[in-house]
């Protein structure tokens, strides 16, 4: 049977003479891979296509859907959103890789997770368009809700009771843990505040220093990692934080 969905894709790569195999983030199917062919063929038509296949690109797709199959085909695409900068742009780019990253390390089951796609695409067409104070700041905004999407959303805020941030329990706590997975002062009233945030264009009016994003986004990536079996090294990650600088 065939089915429409969005879908934003992962990872692409090369399979046979002219065609690929490319793992997409779904908004019906979760994660899935498909295969499409005779885009990799030598001419102006073909190479137009490849385009579309770029990691963390948005589309929209009919598609073939057996749950039997591990691999599927897609039947057609087009643009769902069309990027003006985030493709060309290299802190843009950088940033969305991490977050296509995150996604792909986080999601081990092919689940329909229609909130979770969601917010990845907002998080997308935001960092397209956005000024420099809210793309250092979405991949940490990123991070959190993704944990919040898993399941493990963070509890409580940062106040004179509660100082610390224990990351193995996901809350805000009144005595420091006999871990080292915690943060305090700066980076915990730092979390609060972004976890305060409603809107995307609020995140304008957070300014943090280069160091502070830098411990952050360890400590979020450090936190999801905690949570999810098996989670593995961001390869992005030291390249964001040369972006941070």
């Known amino acids: 049977m065939t089915h429409k969905t969005k879908g934003i894709v992962l990872r692409t790569v090369k399979y046979g003479e002219t065609s690929i195999i490319t793992t997409v983030y779904t908004e019906l199917f979760g994660i899935q891979s498909y295969i499409v062919k005779g885009v990799r063929q030598s001419s102006k038509k073909s190479s137009a296509k490849a385009i579309y296949f770029q990691p963390a690109a948005i589309l929209d797709m009919v598609v073939y859907h057996n749950e039997l199959k591990n691999l599927n085909f897609i039947k057609e695409y087009q643009w769902a959103y069309l990027f003006q900068n985030l493709l060309f742009d290299v802190v843009k780019n950088t940033v969305s890789m991490y977050i296509v990253e995150m996604l792909q390390h986080s999601l081990k089951q092919p689940e329909a997770g229609a909130e979770l796609f969601y917010l990845t695409e907002d998080t997308l067409k935001q960092l397209d368009t956005a000024n420099s104070t809210l793309t250092a700041n979405l991949p940490l905004y990123f991070s959190l809700h993704l944990a919040a999407e898993l399941g493990f959303r963070i509890r409580g805020d940062y106040n004179t009771q509660t100082p610390f941030l224990d990351l193995q329990e996901g809350q805000f706590v009144e005595q420091k843990p006999t871990h080292s997975y915690f943060l305090d002062r700066q980076l915990a009233s730092a979390t609060s505040q972004l976890l305060a945030i409603n809107f995307y264009n609020d995140l304008e009016n957070i300014h943090f220093s280069r160091d502070i994003r830098r411990s952050l986004i ?14 593995g090294a961001i390869k992005s990650l030291p390249v964001l934080q040369e972006i941070f600088s």
């Open 218 to 231: 360890i400590a979020y990536q450090n936190y999801v990692a905690l949570h999810v079996q098996d989670f």
